[in-house]
């Protein structure tokens, strides 16, 4: 067996994207009313919102196991915040489509 050196370079970056769809066409000379306009960022913004909740309690659970209490106790905090929130955006979306 013959003892060799090689070096490793472990230089990377992370992306965040999210998946989303639009409600929307992009076809030129197609202006979109501000209720429109509403309604698609609306609608993303709520399955943004929960994405992010469903994290923070996926992670509340993995704390939890880990003996983090207060930790848990925290992002399961977040994690209800934040239906909170999805709760107001989901209002909101029902207004503007009447």
């Known amino acids: 067996m013959t003892n060799h050196e090689h070096s490793h ?3 990377h970056s992370h992306s965040h ?5 639009h ?3 992009h076809e030129q000379g197609q202006e979109m009313t501000l209720e429109q306009k509403l309604t698609t960022l609306l609608s993303h913004w709520i399955g943004h919102n929960d ?7 996926s992670w509340a659970g993995k704390a ?5 209490i207060d930790m848990a106790s925290f992002l399961e905090q977040a994690g209800s915040l ?5 709760q107001k955006l989901e209002e909101a979306l029902k207004q503007v489509k009447g």
């Open 82 to 86: 934040s239906q909170e929130v999805t």
């Open 17 to 21: 994207t999210h998946e989303h769809s």
């Open 23 to 25: 409600e929307h066409s």
């Open 51 to 57: 994405s992010h909740k469903d994290n923070y309690l």
């Open 64 to 68: 939890k196991d880990a003996g983090l």
């Open 9 to 11: 370079n472990h230089d």
